[in-house]
């Protein structure tokens, strides 16, 4: 679907929009693929990926 520099400008369009606090499964709802190929899509790009289950933080 993303051949070529069409997939680097999707690649970079995800990377932004995860690195603004955008979860993988809310990509998944935008772009309408699947969490395997956004993730592939994410750290082709280079993005250094959340831990799993969201913010574990604790709110103080």
Same mark, same amino acid.
């Given at each position: ?8 400008? *999707? *690649? ?7 690195? *603004? ?40």
């Amino acid at each position: 679907m993303y051949p070529g520099p069409e997939r680097d400008r *999707a *690649a970079a369009d995800l990377r932004s929009r995860y690195d *603004a606090d955008a979860s993988i499964r809310d990509l998944i709802n935008l772009t309408g693929r699947s969490y395997g190929f956004v993730h592939r899509l994410l750290t082709e790009a280079g993005t250094t990926l959340r831990p799993r289950g969201g913010d574990q933080r604790s709110k103080r």
